[in-house]
């Protein structure tokens, strides 16, 4: 006598298809026309946000080597001005406004600021609609070195 074979096993054992091969023809295409413009996003965003990340780092170094330029005696607020749009010149900053206070440095002179501000859109790459009024602020302020005799 024969065993009674479970109709389940002889379909799980024999291989299927569900489509035709031909089914699936330009299928690469539209999933690539769907995912593609997310993905250059994605890279276009990373690079925006790389650049305004650099541009910030310069911005706080160019404010750092302004006021060390003028903390020493002698020091001039137009030197700072120079040092700072200098640092900045690097990336190719532009439109930056820096500001020096006080704007007169005397031997009584406790502490000098130097300020910069770059506005956004002009120095965005991609997403200068985004944010057209914002301006990035930096500063740093130094105790001036005084020569006491």
């Known amino acids: 006598m024969r065993p009674l074979r479970s109709p389940l096993r002889s379909h799980a054992t024999r291989p299927r298809r569900l489509r035709p091969p031909q ?15 997310i993905m250059f996003a994605v890279l276009l965003s990373c690079i925006e946000f790389t650049r305004l ?30 040092t700072a749009q200098a640092e900045l010149n690097v990336v190719g900053a532009r439109n930056a406004v820096i500001t020096v206070t006080p704007t007169v440095i005397t031997d009584m002179t406790a502490e000098v ?8 859109a002009d120095n965005a790459w ?13 500063s740093c302020t130094l105790t001036r070195e005084r020569i006491t005799p």
């Open 23 to 37: 089914d699936r023809r330009g299928a690469f295409t539209v999933e690539l026309a769907l995912t593609l413009p």
């Open 53 to 82: 990340n650099i541009l910030r780092n310069t911005m706080e170094n160019a404010c750092y080597e302004g006021a060390r330029k003028i903390a020493v005696p002698g020091g001039k607020a137009a030197d700072a001005v120079a």
């Open 126 to 138: 991609v997403s200068q609609y985004m944010a057209a009024d914002a301006n990035i602020v930096r």
């Open 113 to 120: 600021t130097v300020t910069v501000e770059v506005p956004f």
